[in-house]
């Protein structure tokens, strides 16, 4: 079926196009698609799969959730800055090493950067300056008790 894919234009993959693309091929080529017959066999372990890739999706995110929670309870201001990314590796390895804003903000830029960067090159600065940057507006609001006001979004 990739081959008779092929003879299609354009380069977009979605389910309408593989749609269509099989029910021209059952038309125009009739011995083309095969038909084929599920075992019992096949569909006891296909079941067994697919009960394991669910109960490792819900423990994914039961894990998740529960990191969340103590991040909120502990450190409402680190979870602000790294929570929406906390299903990144990356981001687990930093809370690993640094568990707090503080020590975060006392490894200074390079050192989060060498802990990440042999594991995840791509993502190492630009999560690592963006995390900087709001535990550094935190701390000034903190400091100077000001409420958070948004504004028009900036670059960093």
Avoid: N
């Avoid at 669910?54 to 800055?81: M, N």
């Avoid at 993502?123 to 507006?137: E, G």
């Amino acid at each position: 079926m990739r081959r008779i894919a092929d003879l299609y234009p354009g380069e977009a993959k979605t389910d309408a196009k593989d749609a269509a693309v099989i029910a021209d091929a059952a038309r125009t080529m009739p011995h083309t698609p095969r038909s084929l017959e599920p075992t019992d066999e096949i569909t006891a372990e296909l079941t067994v799969l697919v009960g394991f890739d669910q109960d490792l999706a819900a423990e994914a995110t039961r894990t998740s959730k529960r990191i969340r929670g103590l991040l909120t309870q502990f450190h409402p201001s680190l979870e602000r800055v790294l929570g929406p990314r906390l299903g990144h590796q990356p981001v687990t390895w930093l809370l690993e090493r640094y568990g707090s804003p503080a020590a975060l903000r006392k490894a200074g830029r390079r050192r989060p950067a060498e802990v990440i960067r042999p594991k995840a090159p791509r993502i190492t600065q630009a999560l690592l300056r963006l995390a900087r940057h709001r535990i550094s507006v935190l701390f000034a609001m903190l400091r100077g008790g000001i409420f958070y006001q948004p504004g028009p979004p900036r670059l960093i």
